[in-house]
């Protein structure tokens, strides 16, 4: 087992890929603080990991307050005596024209998806310099280093978690504290689906436009938390590290 007895706080671990984080972190030992934002949400991914005979426990915070912040990492130490691996992972898609975009949206976007991720790494790492000992894995996106109309918000956010994650991986790395990044591309979510419902996205194009020909699943992304929050990745720090299917590096013509 990989993460054996590590205590891992996982936020947005509700569904998507933060529940198959939280599983694929159960499944590697490791005890299990799911967030989210209402309390059934992130019990039904815990209640998953206690019925296959893990420790899991969630909590209820909205990442954009930082007092909930605060009162979550408080909790996850109370209940487990440390902090050794933190999961930024909640995040909302916000996909809209910029000329159009309503500042309570910009904001809103802004505020979970990025800011939520400083918050809760100030939290975490507070405790975890205590510690002298942490692991923080940041869900960013490909759309934090290549970019599409009408993903202001998102693409701001996810750019400037890339940043913060070298900033911190740097600055904390001399306390044994690794940040890291991941990329995905298009992953078959409700985050995803819901796009594609809308009509914002079409599924048949995706899979035309990415080199291997398909979206991405939660699993292939959850495989490379576990690699990153384990001594399997000892070395690296702040990094970004991009699960894409090739969809960034790929400069041709689609036919
Ligand atoms: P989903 O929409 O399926 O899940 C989002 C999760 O975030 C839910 O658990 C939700 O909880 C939680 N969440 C949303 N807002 C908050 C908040 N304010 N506080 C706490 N939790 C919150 O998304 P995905 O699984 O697809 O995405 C997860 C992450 O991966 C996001 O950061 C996303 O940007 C990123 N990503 C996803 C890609 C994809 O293709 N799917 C591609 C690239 C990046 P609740 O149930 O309470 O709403």
Known sequence: MKLKDKVALVTGGSRGIGRAVCLAFASQGAVVAVNA??????????????????R???????????QQVNVMVEKVVNEFGRLDILVNNAGISMAKSSAELPIEDW????????????????????????QKSGNIINMSSMYGLVVAPGRAAYSTSKGGINALTKVLGVEWAKDNIRVNAIC????M????TDLIDKGILDEAKLRKRCPMGRLGNVDEVAKVAVFLASDDSSYITGQ????????????????
Not at 184 to 187: L, T
Not at 189 to 192: A, N, S
């Open 37 to 54: 934002t209402t309390f059934e949400g992130a019990d039904k991914t815990a209640g998953e990991i206690r019925k296959r005979g893990g």
């Open 56 to 66: 899991a426990i969630a909590i209820k915070a909205d990442v954009a307050d930082p």
């Open 107 to 130: 904001n809103r976007a802004i505020n979970i998806d990025l800011n939520g991720v400083f918050y809760c790494s100030q939290a975490a790492g507070r405790q975890m310099l205590k």
């Open 184 to 187: 995905p591309g298009y992953i």
């Open 189 to 192: 979510t409700e985050l995803v």
């Open 240 to 255: 970004t590290i991009v699960v894409d299917g090739g969809w960034s590096v790929y400069g041709y013509i689609i036919d």
